[in-house]
T-cell receptor, first 112, second 112 residues
Framework: QKEVEQDPGPLSVPEGAIVSLNCTYS??????FMWYRQYSRKGPELLMY????GNKEDGRFTAQVDKSSKYISLFIRDSQPSDSATYLC????????????FGKGTRLSVIA | NAGVTQTPKFRILKIGQSMTLQCTQD?????MYWYRQDPGMGLKLIYY???????DKGEVPNGYNVSRSTTEDFPLRLELAAPSQTSVYFC???????????FGSGTRLTVV
């Protein structure tokens, strides 16, 4: 079983839809969870991060972590064509020098 | 503030050739990383460094070497290039704590 599993999609939704992106993981030691957005032919950029379980909201984006189920989610409300990108989940055991482990990424297209 | 700068942006190598991918950051970050990204495969860690003079292997280090003589620079060396090393290479850096990574714009390498 891979440490981090993420459905690669592609996922295509109409503009204004609510998008749900998900990752599962196997390592119960993971405590820090991040979502990166990567536009085509660009480097990933940090979108949101959370520590341990719970929710975090930033504008149209909400990140959720359920450590008991080893499951994390990213919700995008009122999706826009500019949200079209690949979304990568990432996680690590601590905030220090333990490198992030990334999911494969989910490619999202928001159709106007 | 340039962030993380990678050079070159594109390169075509012949099998057996060698090259160095350059990475420089100007944020005084302690930690630096090299990842490779293959289509649909997410980001895989090649090497990382927690400070000048200290490097460690990641998930896929074979065929690569690194050095970290200064805080700013973290070059990745490919010896005897093989077609399996055709990929997009990303360098990233981070500070202690939980701020996420800053990625460079990537180097697209093709080995023919």
């Amino acid at each position: 079983q891979k440490e981090v599993e993420q459905d690669p999609g592609p996922l295509s939704v109409p503009e204004g839809a609510i998008v749900s992106l998900n990752c599962t993981y196997s390592n119960s030691a993971f405590q820090y969870f991040m979502w990166y957005r990567q536009y085509s032919r660009k480097g990933p950029e940090l979108l949101m991060y959370t520590y341990s379980s719970g929710n975090k909201e930033d504008g149209r984006f909400t990140a959720q972590v359920d450590k008991s189920s080893k499951y994390i989610s990213l919700f995008i409300r009122d999706s826009q064509p500019s949200d079209s990108a690949t979304y990568l989940c990432a996680m690590s055991r601590n905030s220090g020098n333990t490198p992030l482990v990334f999911g494969k990424g989910t490619r999202l297209s928001v159709i106007a | 503030n340039a962030g993380v700068t990678q050079t070159p942006k594109f390169r075509i190598l012949k099998i057996g050739q060698s090259m160095t991918l350059q990475c420089t950051q100007d944020m005084n970050h302690n930690y630096m990383y090299w990842y490779r990204q293959d289509p649909g495969m997410g980001l895989k860690l090649i090497y990382y460094s927690v400070g000048a003079g200290i490097t460690d292997k990641g998930e896929v280090p074979n065929g690569y070497n690194v050095s970290r003589s200064t805080t700013e620079d973290f070059p990745l060396r490919l010896e005897l290039a093989a077609p399996s090393q055709t990929s997009v290479y990303f360098c990233a850096s981070s500070a202690p704590g939980f701020d996420g990574y800053t990625f460079g714009s990537g180097t697209r390498l093709t080995v023919v």
